[in-house]
């Protein structure tokens, strides 16, 4: 009996040996399968690469009061410009894809607040196409048949693609700075792709409810002005105006292409600048359709 129940006991202490011995190489064997699990994921995850990366590029920071006075420098410098331009009108903006249309060399006139002219000439005879001045007050059209950029200013009401409103021209042209009635808040729009100052101006309608009057954007590389979007009361998109490619004429920084988006109207036209003068004194004579003046 004596025998047989220290056979016993020693069977079980080899069994508990045993048993213990399985456990450790079970608990072992976990944790090696999930260290090399967590090692894979941990390499995936440094293997992860953006486009357009923002992490390698030397960003600016700004607040409100510097984008408000990059806005206002800008504006401060343009007295008169006169440019030689091509432009190119396009259409079906909405589903992605432009329809390029006819192109037409031109120039440009504008003396600030709101005189402005623009002369467009066939490419090939080189004659006039159109002659339009305006003084934000009195529009005059040479000839009179051909209207290629309409009087009217309220770009919600152009379906043509070979209308324009002279405002929607000048406030493309000129960025103003925020109104005494637009108040401005700064949201900064950086992630792994984007890395932009967005400058909301709103306003409160009649009924005395905020509404957005319209978006400026800066490129936080040079705290230059990208993009210019304008809103109805409702908040749809009146106008998308994309400025790139900047330059500086006569110690003048100036965009050499401007890309100017009517969606409601599903037109628009592109500016290319191929020669600009800043400043340079003239005649209101350059602001009369059909007669070329000083």
């Not at 949201?187 to 005395?208: C, I, K, P, R, S």
């Not at 400026?216 to 790139?244: A, C, H």
Request: glycine share 6%.
């Amino acid at each position: 009996m004596t025998c047989s129940c220290g056979l016993e006991r020693g069977q079980r202490s080899k069994m508990t040996l045993t048993h213990r011995g399985v456990s450790r190489i079970t608990i072992w064997a976990f944790f090696s399968c999930t260290l090399v699990i967590l090692s894979s994921c941990l390499a995936r995850r440094r293997e992860v690469a953006w486009s357009n990366s923002t992490a390698t590029r030397t960003l600016q920071t700004a607040d409100k009061a510097t984008l408000l006075e990059v806005v206002r420098n800008q504006y401060d410098l343009i007295q008169t410009l006169a440019a030689t331009v091509d432009m190119v009108r396009t259409r079906g903006i909405n589903v992605g894809k432009k329809s390029e249309q006819s192109n037409c060399r031109g120039y440009i006139v504008l003396q600030d607040p709101g005189a402005i002219r623009i002369i467009g000439f066939y490419p090939r005879t080189r004659c006039a196409a159109f002659d339009l001045a305006s003084n934000d007050a009195d529009l005059q059209m040479f000839p009179p048949q051909n209207p290629v950029i309409a009087a009217r200013n309220n770009p919600a009401t152009e379906s043509s693609v070979y209308k324009m409103p002279s405002r929607v021209l000048l406030d493309a042209l000129l960025i103003r700075p925020p109104g005494p009635k637009e108040l401005p808040v700064v949201e900064d729009f950086t992630d792994e792709h984007n890395a932009v100052y967005v400058l909301h101006l709103f306003y409160y309608g009649a009924e005395g409810q905020l509404h957005l009057a319209r978006d400026i954007w800066f490129g936080r590389s040079k705290l230059q002005m990208t993009r210019q979007t304008t809103f109805d009361p409702d908040g749809e998109i009146l106008t998308n105006v994309r400025y790139t490619d900047w330059k500086t004429y006569d110690e003048v920084p100036f965009p050499r292409i401007i890309d100017i988006r009517l969606p409601k109207g599903d037109y628009g036209v592109v500016i290319t600048v191929l020669k600009a003068e800043f400043n340079k004194p003239f005649t209101w004579d350059r602001f009369t359709a059909g007669k070329l003046g000083e």
